[in-house]
Protein backbone atom coordinates (compact mmCIF):
# COMPACT_ATOMS: atom_id res chain seq x y z
CA UNK A 1 0.00 0.00 0.00
CA UNK A 2 1.01 3.87 -0.62
CA UNK A 3 1.93 4.89 3.02
CA UNK A 4 0.68 8.51 4.32
CA UNK A 5 -2.05 10.73 4.76
CA UNK A 6 -4.11 9.32 1.47
CA UNK A 7 -4.05 5.68 3.07
CA UNK A 8 -7.56 4.81 3.76
CA UNK A 9 -8.65 4.56 7.16
CA UNK A 10 -9.49 0.58 6.73
CA UNK A 11 -5.74 0.32 5.07
CA UNK A 12 -4.33 1.75 8.52
CA UNK A 13 -6.15 -0.48 10.63
CA UNK A 14 -4.12 -3.72 8.72
CA UNK A 15 -1.23 -2.18 10.14
CA UNK A 16 -0.95 -2.31 14.07
CA UNK A 17 1.98 0.41 14.11
CA UNK A 18 -0.22 2.74 11.14
CA UNK A 19 -3.03 2.42 13.51
CA UNK A 20 -0.97 3.35 16.62
CA UNK A 21 0.59 6.75 14.38
CA UNK A 22 -3.22 7.59 13.07
CA UNK A 23 -4.21 6.85 17.37
CA UNK A 24 -1.51 9.30 18.39
CA UNK A 25 -1.93 12.07 15.90
CA UNK A 26 -6.15 12.23 15.16
CA UNK A 27 -7.11 9.78 18.33
CA UNK A 28 -10.79 10.19 17.10
CA UNK A 29 -10.60 9.74 13.39
CA UNK A 30 -10.93 5.36 13.54
CA UNK A 31 -13.59 5.43 15.84
CA UNK A 32 -15.42 8.12 13.61
CA UNK A 33 -14.58 6.04 10.70
CA UNK A 34 -16.39 2.87 12.50
CA UNK A 35 -19.51 4.44 12.58
CA UNK A 36 -20.02 4.37 9.11
CA UNK A 37 -19.06 1.16 7.12
CA UNK A 38 -18.29 2.93 3.75
CA UNK A 39 -15.57 5.74 5.56
CA UNK A 40 -13.61 3.09 5.91
CA UNK A 41 -12.76 3.49 2.43
CA UNK A 42 -11.87 7.30 2.92
CA UNK A 43 -8.28 8.34 2.95
CA UNK A 44 -7.21 10.35 5.83
CA UNK A 45 -7.19 13.63 4.00
CA UNK A 46 -10.29 13.41 2.90
CA UNK A 47 -11.84 12.23 6.36
CA UNK A 48 -9.28 15.11 8.08
CA UNK A 49 -11.73 17.67 5.71
CA UNK A 50 -15.00 16.81 7.29
CA UNK A 51 -13.93 17.35 10.39
CA UNK A 52 -14.45 21.35 10.30
CA UNK A 53 -10.96 22.31 11.16
CA UNK A 54 -10.14 19.89 14.45
CA UNK A 55 -6.96 18.98 12.26
CA UNK A 56 -4.08 21.27 11.81
CA UNK A 57 -2.10 21.07 8.39
CA UNK A 58 0.75 20.76 10.84
CA UNK A 59 -0.77 17.37 12.27
CA UNK A 60 -1.42 15.86 8.97
CA UNK A 61 2.00 17.06 7.51
CA UNK A 62 3.78 15.15 10.73
CA UNK A 63 1.51 12.23 10.42
CA UNK A 64 2.32 12.11 6.29
CA UNK A 65 5.77 11.52 7.58
CA UNK A 66 5.50 9.25 9.90
CA UNK A 67 3.32 6.77 7.76
CA UNK A 68 5.75 7.17 4.77
CA UNK A 69 8.60 6.66 7.30
CA UNK A 70 6.81 3.55 8.27
CA UNK A 71 6.23 2.48 4.36
CA UNK A 72 9.88 2.28 4.11
CA UNK A 73 10.57 0.13 6.71
CA UNK A 74 7.70 -2.12 5.78
CA UNK A 75 8.91 -1.93 1.82
CA UNK A 76 5.25 -0.66 1.13
CA UNK A 77 3.66 -3.76 1.84
CA UNK A 78 1.55 -4.22 5.02
CA UNK A 79 1.35 -7.54 6.52
CA UNK A 80 -2.17 -8.06 5.99
CA UNK A 81 -1.38 -7.51 2.00
CA UNK A 82 1.45 -10.07 2.09
CA UNK A 83 -1.21 -12.62 3.22
CA UNK A 84 -3.76 -11.10 0.54
CA UNK A 85 -0.95 -11.78 -2.32
CA UNK A 86 -0.94 -15.32 -1.68
CA UNK A 87 -4.53 -15.93 -1.61
CA UNK A 88 -4.91 -14.09 -4.63
CA UNK A 89 -1.96 -15.72 -6.36
CA UNK A 90 -4.08 -19.25 -5.17
CA UNK A 91 -6.70 -18.13 -7.16
CA UNK A 92 -5.47 -17.26 -10.33
CA UNK A 93 -3.76 -21.07 -9.99
CA UNK A 94 -7.35 -22.15 -9.49
CA UNK A 95 -8.31 -20.12 -12.68
CA UNK A 96 -5.32 -21.67 -14.63
CA UNK A 97 -6.01 -25.20 -13.66
CA UNK A 98 -9.83 -24.94 -15.08
CA UNK A 99 -11.03 -27.57 -18.03
CA UNK A 100 -11.85 -26.26 -20.64
CA UNK A 101 -15.24 -27.98 -21.57
CA UNK A 102 -17.12 -28.67 -25.23
CA UNK A 103 -17.76 -24.89 -26.51
CA UNK A 104 -22.03 -24.98 -26.94
CA UNK A 105 -23.50 -22.37 -29.50
CA UNK A 106 -27.16 -21.76 -28.22
CA UNK A 107 -28.21 -18.03 -28.03
CA UNK A 108 -30.15 -17.43 -30.65
CA UNK A 109 -31.34 -13.65 -29.49
CA UNK A 110 -30.55 -10.71 -26.70
CA UNK A 111 -32.52 -10.81 -23.43
CA UNK A 112 -31.94 -7.36 -21.99
CA UNK A 113 -31.36 -8.32 -18.19
CA UNK A 114 -31.01 -12.13 -17.94
CA UNK A 115 -27.40 -13.47 -17.03
CA UNK A 116 -26.16 -14.12 -20.31
CA UNK A 117 -23.60 -16.79 -20.08
CA UNK A 118 -20.33 -17.50 -22.82
CA UNK A 119 -20.10 -20.73 -24.98
CA UNK A 120 -18.42 -22.57 -21.60
CA UNK A 121 -21.63 -21.88 -19.92
CA UNK A 122 -19.76 -19.34 -17.43
CA UNK A 123 -21.37 -15.87 -17.15
CA UNK A 124 -19.96 -13.56 -19.01
CA UNK A 125 -17.59 -10.68 -17.30
CA UNK A 126 -17.25 -7.86 -19.27
CA UNK A 127 -18.52 -5.10 -17.17
CA UNK A 128 -18.45 -1.49 -18.04
CA UNK A 129 -16.58 -1.88 -21.30
CA UNK A 130 -17.25 -1.73 -25.01
CA UNK A 131 -17.25 -3.06 -28.02
CA UNK A 132 -15.58 -3.40 -31.78
CA UNK A 133 -15.95 -5.14 -34.77
CA UNK A 134 -12.96 -6.00 -36.61
CA UNK A 135 -12.74 -8.81 -40.24
CA UNK A 136 -16.13 -10.19 -39.60
CA UNK A 137 -15.96 -10.87 -35.44
CA UNK A 138 -17.56 -8.70 -32.89
CA UNK A 139 -15.46 -8.39 -29.62
CA UNK A 140 -16.68 -7.33 -26.35
CA UNK A 141 -14.15 -6.82 -23.32
CA UNK A 142 -14.50 -5.31 -19.91
CA UNK A 143 -14.31 -5.11 -16.38
CA UNK A 144 -13.88 -9.11 -15.40
CA UNK A 145 -16.28 -9.04 -12.10
CA UNK A 146 -15.90 -13.06 -11.31
CA UNK A 147 -13.75 -12.85 -7.94
CA UNK A 148 -15.87 -9.45 -7.05
CA UNK A 149 -18.26 -10.77 -3.83
CA UNK A 150 -18.86 -7.73 -2.17
CA UNK A 151 -16.69 -9.45 0.70
CA UNK A 152 -13.15 -9.69 -0.48
CA UNK A 153 -11.04 -6.93 -1.42
CA UNK A 154 -10.63 -7.49 -5.15
CA UNK A 155 -12.57 -4.84 -7.29
CA UNK A 156 -11.43 -5.78 -10.74
CA UNK A 157 -9.58 -8.83 -11.78
CA UNK A 158 -8.05 -7.33 -15.23
CA UNK A 159 -9.44 -7.00 -18.33
CA UNK A 160 -11.77 -9.90 -20.20
CA UNK A 161 -12.37 -10.13 -24.29
CA UNK A 162 -14.83 -12.22 -26.07
CA UNK A 163 -15.24 -12.88 -29.65
CA UNK A 164 -18.64 -13.70 -31.39
CA UNK A 165 -19.43 -14.29 -35.34
CA UNK A 166 -23.37 -13.70 -34.75
CA UNK A 167 -23.72 -11.32 -31.71
CA UNK A 168 -25.32 -13.63 -30.01
CA UNK A 169 -22.63 -16.66 -28.62
CA UNK A 170 -19.56 -15.43 -27.00
CA UNK A 171 -16.12 -17.05 -26.62
CA UNK A 172 -13.76 -16.23 -24.09
CA UNK A 173 -10.55 -14.63 -25.42
CA UNK A 174 -8.97 -14.11 -21.85
CA UNK A 175 -7.74 -11.64 -20.00
CA UNK A 176 -6.06 -9.46 -22.35
CA UNK A 177 -5.01 -7.08 -19.20
CA UNK A 178 -4.46 -9.29 -15.99
CA UNK A 179 -4.04 -8.57 -12.64
CA UNK A 180 -1.06 -7.51 -11.19
CA UNK A 181 -0.97 -10.08 -7.98
CA UNK A 182 2.53 -9.78 -6.27
CA UNK A 183 2.73 -5.58 -5.79
CA UNK A 184 0.14 -4.06 -3.82
CA UNK A 185 1.25 -0.53 -5.04
CA UNK A 186 0.61 -1.45 -9.13
CA UNK A 187 -2.16 0.43 -10.45
CA UNK A 188 -3.51 -3.03 -11.93
CA UNK A 189 -3.68 -4.58 -8.11
CA UNK A 190 -6.85 -6.66 -7.20
CA UNK A 191 -7.71 -3.99 -4.66
CA UNK A 192 -7.37 -1.11 -6.81
CA UNK A 193 -10.67 0.48 -7.92
CA UNK A 194 -9.77 0.11 -11.54
CA UNK A 195 -12.97 1.05 -13.81
CA UNK A 196 -14.54 1.32 -17.45
CA UNK A 197 -12.05 0.25 -19.51
CA UNK A 198 -12.03 2.17 -23.52
CA UNK A 199 -10.27 0.53 -26.31
CA UNK A 200 -9.85 2.32 -29.55
CA UNK A 201 -7.33 1.65 -32.49
CA UNK A 202 -5.12 4.35 -33.69
CA UNK A 203 -5.06 4.01 -37.11
CA UNK A 204 -2.34 6.17 -37.89
CA UNK A 205 -0.09 4.06 -35.30
CA UNK A 206 -1.59 0.82 -35.78
CA UNK A 207 -1.42 0.85 -32.50
CA UNK A 208 -4.18 -0.39 -29.79
CA UNK A 209 -4.81 2.10 -26.74
CA UNK A 210 -6.83 1.40 -23.79
CA UNK A 211 -7.77 3.55 -21.01
CA UNK A 212 -8.34 2.82 -17.80
CA UNK A 213 -10.27 4.80 -14.42
CA UNK A 214 -8.82 4.23 -11.13
CA UNK A 215 -11.38 5.68 -9.21
CA UNK A 216 -11.06 6.51 -5.14
CA UNK A 217 -7.92 8.93 -4.06
CA UNK A 218 -5.97 8.87 -7.01
CA UNK A 219 -9.08 9.86 -9.19
CA UNK A 220 -6.75 9.45 -12.56
CA UNK A 221 -5.75 7.10 -15.85
CA UNK A 222 -4.10 4.27 -16.39
CA UNK A 223 -2.85 4.42 -19.96
CA UNK A 224 -1.77 0.92 -22.42
CA UNK A 225 -1.50 0.26 -25.74
CA UNK A 226 -0.67 -2.74 -27.66
CA UNK A 227 0.34 -4.10 -31.08
CA UNK A 228 -3.32 -6.37 -31.15
CA UNK A 229 -6.36 -6.37 -29.83
CA UNK A 230 -5.54 -9.40 -27.82
CA UNK A 231 -2.53 -7.77 -26.36
CA UNK A 232 -0.29 -7.94 -24.26
CA UNK A 233 -0.56 -4.39 -23.12
CA UNK A 234 1.75 -1.81 -21.99
CA UNK A 235 1.25 0.59 -19.38
CA UNK A 236 2.60 3.57 -20.93
CA UNK A 237 1.28 6.31 -18.27
CA UNK A 238 0.01 5.46 -14.95
CA UNK A 239 -1.93 7.73 -11.94
CA UNK A 240 -2.67 10.31 -14.98
CA UNK A 241 -4.67 13.24 -14.24
CA UNK A 242 -4.70 15.24 -17.29
CA UNK A 243 -4.40 19.26 -16.69
CA UNK A 244 -4.07 18.09 -12.67
CA UNK A 245 -7.98 17.38 -12.57
CA UNK A 246 -9.24 14.59 -10.49
CA UNK A 247 -11.36 12.13 -12.98
CA UNK A 248 -13.98 10.24 -13.09
CA UNK A 249 -16.24 7.92 -15.91
CA UNK A 250 -15.20 8.71 -19.18
CA UNK A 251 -15.54 7.54 -22.68
CA UNK A 252 -13.00 8.27 -26.53
CA UNK A 253 -15.08 8.87 -29.54
CA UNK A 254 -12.49 8.91 -32.41
CA UNK A 255 -13.62 11.75 -35.62
CA UNK A 256 -13.28 9.36 -38.26
CA UNK A 257 -13.08 12.06 -40.93
CA UNK A 258 -9.28 12.94 -39.23
CA UNK A 259 -8.45 10.44 -36.99
CA UNK A 260 -8.33 12.66 -34.14
CA UNK A 261 -9.15 11.74 -31.15
CA UNK A 262 -11.22 13.13 -27.84
CA UNK A 263 -11.43 12.32 -24.72
CA UNK A 264 -14.63 13.05 -22.47
CA UNK A 265 -14.53 12.87 -18.66
CA UNK A 266 -16.15 13.63 -15.75
CA UNK A 267 -13.83 16.28 -14.15
CA UNK A 268 -13.65 16.75 -10.18
CA UNK A 269 -17.20 16.19 -10.13
CA UNK A 270 -17.93 19.89 -11.26
CA UNK A 271 -18.62 19.07 -14.83
CA UNK A 272 -18.00 17.05 -17.97
CA UNK A 273 -14.82 18.19 -20.14
CA UNK A 274 -13.93 17.20 -23.62
CA UNK A 275 -10.37 16.62 -24.09
CA UNK A 276 -8.71 16.73 -27.37
CA UNK A 277 -5.83 14.20 -27.48
CA UNK A 278 -2.53 13.97 -28.84
CA UNK A 279 -1.83 11.46 -32.17
CA UNK A 280 -0.53 8.49 -29.83
CA UNK A 281 -4.20 8.90 -28.12
CA UNK A 282 -2.27 8.81 -24.90
CA UNK A 283 -2.33 12.14 -23.60
CA UNK A 284 -4.52 15.14 -23.22
CA UNK A 285 -3.47 18.22 -25.13
CA UNK A 286 -6.32 20.50 -24.74
CA UNK A 287 -9.51 20.96 -23.64
CA UNK A 288 -12.44 21.69 -25.84
CA UNK A 289 -15.68 22.02 -23.88
CA UNK A 290 -17.55 21.98 -20.79
CA UNK A 291 -20.55 21.01 -20.13
CA UNK A 292 -23.05 19.83 -16.75
CA UNK A 293 -20.78 22.65 -14.81
CA UNK A 294 -21.53 23.38 -11.29
CA UNK A 295 -24.01 20.13 -10.36
CA UNK A 296 -24.21 17.90 -6.82
CA UNK A 297 -24.65 15.03 -6.09
CA UNK A 298 -26.70 13.00 -7.11
CA UNK A 299 -27.14 15.57 -10.07
CA UNK A 300 -23.57 15.85 -11.83
CA UNK A 301 -22.93 13.29 -14.49
CA UNK A 302 -21.06 10.09 -14.43
CA UNK A 303 -21.17 6.84 -16.89
CA UNK A 304 -20.13 9.54 -20.00
CA UNK A 305 -20.75 8.16 -23.27
CA UNK A 306 -20.28 9.27 -26.85
CA UNK A 307 -20.83 8.62 -29.88
CA UNK A 308 -21.37 9.96 -33.62
CA UNK A 309 -24.39 10.07 -35.79
CA UNK A 310 -24.87 11.77 -39.19
CA UNK A 311 -22.49 14.35 -38.54
CA UNK A 312 -23.83 14.98 -34.62
CA UNK A 313 -22.11 13.88 -31.48
CA UNK A 314 -24.40 12.40 -28.70
CA UNK A 315 -23.81 12.18 -24.78
CA UNK A 316 -25.29 9.73 -22.66
CA UNK A 317 -24.97 9.98 -19.05
CA UNK A 318 -26.46 8.84 -15.35
CA UNK A 319 -26.54 10.60 -11.95
CA UNK A 320 -24.13 10.18 -9.44
CA UNK A 321 -25.52 7.18 -7.18
CA UNK A 322 -23.15 4.47 -6.99
CA UNK A 323 -24.08 1.39 -8.12
CA UNK A 324 -27.71 2.88 -7.46
CA UNK A 325 -29.16 2.73 -11.01
CA UNK A 326 -30.79 6.61 -11.27
CA UNK A 327 -32.18 8.31 -14.62
CA UNK A 328 -30.16 9.18 -17.39
CA UNK A 329 -29.64 12.38 -19.81
CA UNK A 330 -28.99 12.77 -23.29
CA UNK A 331 -27.79 15.45 -25.23
CA UNK A 332 -26.09 17.12 -28.27
CA UNK A 333 -23.88 18.83 -29.67
CA UNK A 334 -22.56 20.09 -33.72
CA UNK A 335 -19.07 18.84 -33.24
CA UNK A 336 -16.73 16.80 -31.13
CA UNK A 337 -15.38 20.38 -29.79
CA UNK A 338 -18.55 21.69 -29.32
CA UNK A 339 -20.95 22.17 -26.08
CA UNK A 340 -23.12 19.50 -25.92
CA UNK A 341 -26.83 20.55 -24.78
CA UNK A 342 -28.89 18.35 -23.07
CA UNK A 343 -32.23 17.12 -24.81
CA UNK A 344 -33.54 14.68 -21.89
CA UNK A 345 -33.95 11.21 -20.61
CA UNK A 346 -33.60 9.07 -23.70
CA UNK A 347 -35.80 5.84 -21.54
CA UNK A 348 -38.91 5.73 -22.67
CA UNK A 349 -42.02 4.59 -20.83
CA UNK A 350 -39.40 3.90 -17.72
CA UNK A 351 -41.74 3.66 -14.93
CA UNK A 352 -38.58 3.33 -12.94
CA UNK A 353 -36.91 6.32 -13.66
CA UNK A 354 -33.40 4.61 -13.23
CA UNK A 355 -33.04 4.01 -16.84
CA UNK A 356 -34.64 0.20 -16.73
CA UNK A 357 -32.30 -0.31 -13.42
CA UNK A 358 -29.18 -0.22 -15.65
CA UNK A 359 -26.25 2.33 -16.49
CA UNK A 360 -25.01 2.68 -19.59
CA UNK A 361 -21.52 2.37 -20.09
CA UNK A 362 -20.99 2.25 -24.33
CA UNK A 363 -23.11 2.58 -27.44
CA UNK A 364 -21.98 0.65 -30.18
CA UNK A 365 -22.72 1.08 -33.98
CA UNK A 366 -23.35 -2.56 -35.70
CA UNK A 367 -21.90 -2.82 -38.77
CA UNK A 368 -23.46 -3.93 -41.70
CA UNK A 369 -26.91 -1.85 -40.39
CA UNK A 370 -28.05 1.29 -41.52
CA UNK A 371 -29.00 3.20 -38.62
CA UNK A 372 -28.71 0.75 -35.16
CA UNK A 373 -27.01 1.80 -32.50
CA UNK A 374 -27.05 -0.44 -29.29
CA UNK A 375 -26.47 0.60 -25.61
CA UNK A 376 -24.71 -1.58 -23.58
CA UNK A 377 -25.40 -1.42 -19.75
CA UNK A 378 -24.76 -2.52 -16.65
CA UNK A 379 -27.78 -3.99 -14.29
CA UNK A 380 -25.19 -3.55 -11.21
CA UNK A 381 -27.26 -5.00 -8.46
CA UNK A 382 -29.94 -7.05 -9.92
CA UNK A 383 -31.05 -7.62 -6.64
CA UNK A 384 -32.26 -4.34 -5.70
CA UNK A 385 -34.90 -2.41 -8.00
CA UNK A 386 -35.57 0.13 -8.32
CA UNK A 387 -39.17 1.66 -9.09
CA UNK A 388 -40.50 5.14 -8.82
CA UNK A 389 -41.34 5.72 -5.08
CA UNK A 390 -37.63 4.72 -4.33
CA UNK A 391 -35.76 6.58 -7.33
CA UNK A 392 -37.41 9.72 -5.61
CA UNK A 393 -36.28 8.86 -2.07
CA UNK A 394 -33.23 8.26 -2.86
CA UNK A 395 -32.79 11.40 -4.96
CA UNK A 396 -33.90 13.30 -2.61
CA UNK A 397 -31.80 12.04 -0.15
CA UNK A 398 -28.66 12.30 -1.48
CA UNK A 399 -29.35 15.83 -2.29
CA UNK A 400 -29.97 16.60 0.76
CA UNK A 401 -26.41 16.23 1.70
CA UNK A 402 -25.61 19.22 -0.21
CA UNK A 403 -28.40 21.26 -0.56
CA UNK A 404 -30.57 20.29 3.03
CA UNK A 405 -32.78 23.45 2.86
CA UNK A 406 -33.82 22.43 -0.86
CA UNK A 407 -34.76 18.67 -0.31
CA UNK A 408 -36.37 17.58 2.62
CA UNK A 409 -36.22 13.60 3.82
CA UNK A 410 -37.57 12.06 6.37
CA UNK A 411 -35.30 9.83 8.98
CA UNK A 412 -37.29 6.57 7.48
CA UNK A 413 -36.35 8.34 3.52
CA UNK A 414 -32.82 8.33 5.43
CA UNK A 415 -32.35 4.79 6.40
CA UNK A 416 -33.58 4.06 2.54
CA UNK A 417 -30.38 5.77 1.08
CA UNK A 418 -27.93 3.56 3.80
CA UNK A 419 -29.67 0.50 2.81
CA UNK A 420 -28.87 1.16 -0.64
CA UNK A 421 -26.09 -0.92 -2.11
CA UNK A 422 -22.38 0.95 -1.04
CA UNK A 423 -19.64 0.39 -3.38
CA UNK A 424 -17.78 -1.41 -1.18
CA UNK A 425 -19.97 -4.36 -0.23
CA UNK A 426 -21.86 -4.86 -3.71
CA UNK A 427 -21.71 -8.10 -5.04
CA UNK A 428 -21.05 -6.95 -8.73
CA UNK A 429 -20.58 -10.41 -9.67
CA UNK A 430 -24.24 -11.22 -10.25
CA UNK A 431 -24.35 -7.79 -12.37
CA UNK A 432 -26.17 -8.60 -15.68
CA UNK A 433 -26.43 -6.63 -18.80
CA UNK A 434 -29.05 -4.68 -20.40
CA UNK A 435 -28.08 -4.30 -23.90
CA UNK A 436 -30.82 -2.22 -26.28
CA UNK A 437 -31.14 -0.84 -29.84
CA UNK A 438 -31.70 3.06 -29.95
CA UNK A 439 -35.00 4.78 -31.88
CA UNK A 440 -33.94 8.22 -33.70
CA UNK A 441 -36.86 11.10 -33.84
CA UNK A 442 -34.57 13.68 -35.28
CA UNK A 443 -32.03 14.70 -33.07
CA UNK A 444 -33.72 12.67 -30.26
CA UNK A 445 -33.00 9.62 -28.84
CA UNK A 446 -35.29 6.99 -27.88
CA UNK A 447 -34.93 3.61 -26.05
CA UNK A 448 -37.36 1.42 -25.38
CA UNK A 449 -37.32 -1.60 -23.05
CA UNK A 450 -37.40 -5.01 -25.21
CA UNK A 451 -37.89 -8.64 -23.33
CA UNK A 452 -35.64 -10.09 -26.51
CA UNK A 453 -34.73 -8.74 -29.86
CA UNK A 454 -32.43 -10.03 -32.90
CA UNK A 455 -30.02 -7.99 -35.30
CA UNK A 456 -31.63 -9.55 -38.24
CA UNK A 457 -35.17 -7.33 -36.72
CA UNK A 458 -33.35 -4.36 -38.29
CA UNK A 459 -31.87 -3.57 -42.13
Known amino acids: MIYGIDMQIRQTNEDEKAAALLDKYIPEMRGMAASNKEAGGFSIRMLSKYMNGAVSEETLKQLDQELKKLGIENGGISPAEKERIKLYQQIAAKDASKKNEKEIFCNTEVRPGEIWRDTRGNRIEAHAGGMLYEDGVYYWYGENKEHTDGISRIWTWGIRLYASRDFYNWTDMGLIIPPVLDDPNSDLFPEKRVDRPHIVKNKKTGKYVCWLKLCGASASFVVLTADKLTGPYTVVREQYNPFGMKIGDFDISVDEDNQIAYLYCDAEHDMIVGIRLDETYTEGMEIVSKQYEHLHP ?7 TV ?71 DRWVPEYIVDYKRADILRRAIASNH ?27 LATYVLLPICFDGDKLKIEWKDSWKLEDYE
Not at 298 to 304: G, H, I, L, S, Y
Not at 407 to 425: H, I, W
Open 307 to 377: FERKKRLYMLTSGMTGYVPNQSDSAVAGGYEDTFVSIGDPHVKDASMASFNSQIGQVFKVPGKKDLYVTIA
Open 298 to 304: PFCREAV
Open 403 to 429: APEKYQVTDEEKRELMKAPMLESANTH
